[in-house]
C-alpha cells in the first residue's frame, strides 16, 4: 500500500472537515428501504445516474420484492422492468445471477462482508464496498467515477491508473470512523461541484486545496 504523505494527510484532513461542516451527515441518493433493494439499486447505477434509478427501481421492486422473487424471475422479465437504463441486457443477468447467488448459497440472506460479497455474480468491489459502507458503516472506500476524478484533480491520488490505485492511495488519509461518509461527500462532490466538464472551481469550498485550481490560476 502506498505510504500517506504528511502533507496529502494534512490536507486531506482539512478538506473532510469542510466538507462535514457542509453536510454533517451524507447519505446515498439511491432510494431504497433494505439491503435487497440497496444491493438492486447499487447494480443499477452503473454508469447510470441515480435519478434513472430511483425513476425504474419502483416497478421493479413491486413486481419482485426480494430475493426470492427475483431469482424466479429470468433475465428477459427483468430485462423489460430495466430497459431503460444503461446496459440494461448486462445488468438484468447481473441481477438474476446475485438473487440466485444469494439464494442458493446463503440462505437467502446477504453475506455481511466486502469479500463475501465480491463472490455473487454483478458484484464487484466498488459495489461490495458502497453496500457494506451504507448498510453497515464499514470503513470501506467504493471508488467510483467520480472519486477517482476528484481525487485526481485535487492531488491525492495522483498517478492512479484505476481506482483499485486509487484507493490504495486515498484510504490511508482518512480516519476509519470518517470512511462511510467521505465516499458520499467525494461523490457528491464530484456530482455537484467539481463536474467532470466545467467544473466549479471558483465556487468550490476546497478549491484552496486543490491542484487542479492552483494549475489553472497560475
Known sequence: MVKKSRN????????????????PNPKTELNYRNDYELVVAVILSAQCTDKRVNAISPELFKSYPDYPSLSLAGEDAIYEKIKTCSYPNNKAKHLSGMALAVCNNYSGLLPRTADELQKIPGIGRKTAHVITSVLYGDANLAVDTHVFRVSERIGISAGAKNPKECEERVRPLIPDELVHHAHHWLILHGRYTCTARAPKCDICKINRYCDFYSLKNK
Open 8 to 23: 496529502n494527510q494534512e490536507r486531506m484532513m482539512r478538506i473532510l472537515k469542510i466538507f462535514q461542516q457542509q453536510e
